[in-house]
């Protein structure tokens, strides 16, 4: 792959990492793939997530902006934002 779609992968790869230290606990989230497309003339990075204890498919999108590795967190942290409130209650 390109440096870019390696980078794009690595920073939502980080995202899960960095969301299961803070909550301590493992989320179960596996990255299917990051990718970056343009629709309706605009950029975008779309997130395809896999919750495996529920076997739950979750997907974020983000308008890229001027950071693509910041748009790939911020899609991670879309595609996971109800399920994460919900197990940081759990937590807490």
Excluded: M, W
Aim: hydrophobic fraction near 50%; proline fraction near 2%.
């Amino acid at each position: 792959e390109r440096g870019d779609a390696i980078e794009i992968r690595t920073a939502a790869a980080a995202t899960i990492h960095a969301l299961e230290k803070a909550v301590n606990a493992p989320l179960g989230i596996r990255l299917i793939g990051v990718k970056q497309v343009r629709a309706f003339d605009a950029e975008l990075i779309v997130v395809s997530l896999n919750r495996e204890e529920q076997r739950q498919k979750l997907v974020g999108i983000v308008v890229i902006g001027e950071d693509p590795r910041r748009a790939a967190a911020l899609a991670v942290l879309n595609a996971l934002n109800r399920s994460l409130g919900n197990q940081l209650l759990r937590n807490f």
